[in-house]
């Protein structure tokens, strides 16, 4: 091609280009303020930054269509006795529920000690440190979620130097090949000494009923000196996914009690490892005792309590890197949702509408213990609840006056009022 053949090509373009910039630029001139009628779809005309975020990052722009949107109802559950709440008796940290048999199964810490939690410094081979050091695995089950019939243990302490012989804590179950495999936190030390240090261990049985055969083994290991997951691997949660196992685990970051807590993803092939860290970790920046399922063609994760993202809704089409769905409140303690197709490798993930979940710190002062409830939701695909997806929910005045002012804070505000 010669010169003026190549300039003539070149304003040709120039000229196409601004036509279509003008034509572009016209038609997302807006003419009318915004419609009356919050339109499903993204409208054709130019957004707020905010109103772009409502339908470029949100499932639907009305929560009440967010299938990730959800409010969370509690009750609470029968057949477990606490001692009359002395302390000395604490369950908490279920594991994901599964339906085996005509009975849905639940496995959680338990713990039955001479003394309530005394500290680290106080504690003892008797006397805990925390509601969960000196704990044991114990399981339950049902045939409503409501009324529950405690079995008793799964997975005991082993003997020191086995992995867990100070506690085993926070199981998770995998169904795999028709075995089944319970993870948790094995504890070589009372928790507090220096954290909350521990790593995963894993036992596996032919029948959810037992007999757990511990393996003995690390499966997830801490990270190396000053990675994010160096000093603990706390609440495993494993799915199956793409054909392999994804288990999600939490640490904490950071120095006491200035954690963070943050969410990695471990794979395998195999339920016994060798598991590999993803590299993107941490996965999910918030949250705490991580609870996930299918959804969809990805994974939702419910995100609480931790982190500038607490209070949301996440998924992650690829299982990995996750976007916040929906933002909403009261979110369940350590959930431990009823999972149906927890290890199918399903492709279209139907969803939770119920599990257990924990409330940490109950009783008088000195006897500290936790007890599990029942929450339920509309997390589902399968389920309408207009009920849940109400998003101006009224919680009693009592919910908001006991989060009191503290002393400090009271005597702060005084001599804010004196100075001015
Ligand atoms: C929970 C869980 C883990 C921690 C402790 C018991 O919040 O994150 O299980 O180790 O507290």
């Not at 939690?117 to 045939?143: F, H, N």
Request: proline content about 7%.
């Amino acid at each position: 091609m010669n010169k003026s053949k190549k300039i003539f090509f070149l304003k040709k373009s120039i000229f196409l280009f601004l036509i279509l910039f003008t034509v572009n630029s016209y038609s997302q001139t807006n003419t009318s303020g915004f419609p009356f009628m919050l339109p499903k779809e993204k409208p054709n005309r130019k957004l707020s930054l905010a109103m772009e975020r409502l339908y470029d990052n949100y499932p639907a722009p009305k929560p009440e269509d967010n299938e990730l949107f959800s409010q969370f109802k509690y009750t609470e559950i029968k057949g477990f006795d606490y001692n009359n709440h002395d302390g000395k008796i604490s369950r908490r940290d279920p594991s994901k529920i599964i339906f085996h048999n005509g009975k849905y199964y639940v496995w959680y810490t338990y713990r039955n000690t001479a003394t309530p939690p005394q500290g680290a410094d106080k504690s003892s081979e008797t006397i805990p440190s925390s509601d969960w050091d000196l704990a044991e695995i114990w399981y339950a089950t049902s045939s409503d979620g409501f009324n529950w019939k405690e079995i008793g243990v799964a997975v005991k302490r082993p003997q020191k130097p086995f992995i867990g012989w100070r506690a085993v804590t926070t199981p998770d179950i995998l169904v795999w090949k028709g075995k089944f495999y319970l993870y948790y936190q094995g504890f070589m030390e009372a928790s507090g000494k220096r954290g909350d240090d521990c790593p995963v261990a894993v036992s596996y049985s032919d029948s959810p009923d037992g007999p757990w055969v511990a393996h003995n083994k690390i499966v997830i290991p801490n990270g190396a000196k000053n990675e994010w997951d160096q000093f603990s691997i706390h609440d495993p949660y494993p799915l199956v996914y793409k054909g392999k196992i994804y288990l999600y685990y939490k640490s904490d970051t950071g120095i006491a009690p200035h954690w963070v807590r943050m969410q990695g993803l471990a794979t395998a092939e195999n339920p016994l490892g060798p598991f590999t860290k993803n590299v993107l970790n941490p996965v999910i920046s918030s949250g705490h005792e991580t609870s996930l399922f299918p959804f969809k063609n990805g994974i939702a994760a419910l995100v609480y309590k931790d982190g500038n993202e607490h209070n949301t809704v996440q998924f992650a089409e690829d299982g990995v890197n996750f976007n916040i769905a929906a933002i909403t409140e009261l979110m369940p303690y350590a959930a431990a949702p009823f999972v149906p197709d927890a290890f199918t490798d399903t492709k279209d993930g139907r969803g939770i509408s119920w599990g257990l979940s924990h409330f940490i710190n109950q009783g008088e002062k000195g006897k500290n213990h936790s007890i599990m409830v029942r929450f339920d939701c509309d997390l589902s695909q399968d389920l309408n609840d207009p009920e849940m997806k109400e998003h101006r929910v009224n919680h009693a005045v009592d919910v908001y006056l006991k989060q009191g002012l503290s002393n400090k804070q009271k005597q702060r505000i005084q001599q804010e009022n004196k100075t001015q």
